[in-house]
């Protein structure tokens, strides 16, 4: 049984930081892109970061020179290292897994509000 358990969410105010994590089982993880998505309230599901099992990265142009993302393998986790938050940046964040198959966690909640 595939599982992705995002982590690492909550409530922060403007300009502070974040750290996100995703652990995966059941997925052959150092095969798989790995992506970080957000959704606000009543908006889509847009992409914020992917790292590709090579370790190439991509970023949304909103959280460029903000936002990291990285990988480790041998932990089968993502993270995402959100600084310099702003209040746009609030959103439900969702872990996602894609090779054959794609996979999506539960979401962890982000709200950046002073």
């Known amino acids: 049984q595939v599982q992705l358990v995002e982590s690492g969410g909550g409530l922060v105010q403007p300009g502070g930081s974040l750290r996100l994590s995703c652990a995966a089982s059941?997925?052959?993880?150092?095969?798989?892109?790995m992506a970080w998505y957000r959704q606000a309230p009543g908006k889509q599901r847009d992409l914020v970061a992917r790292?590709?099992?090579?370790?190439?990265?991509n970023y949304a142009d909103s959280v460029k020179g903000r936002f990291t993302i990285s990988r480790d393998n041998a932990e089968k986790t993502i993270f995402l290292q959100m600084n310099s938050l702003k209040p746009e940046d609030t959103a439900v964040y969702y872990c996602?897994?894609?090779?054959?198959?794609?996979?999506w966690g539960q979401g962890t909640q982000v709200t950046v509000s002073s």
């Open positions: 790292i590709t099992s090579g370790g190439t990265t």
């Open positions: 059941g997925i052959s993880f150092s095969t798989y892109t």
């Open positions: 996602y897994a894609q090779r054959d198959r794609l996979y």
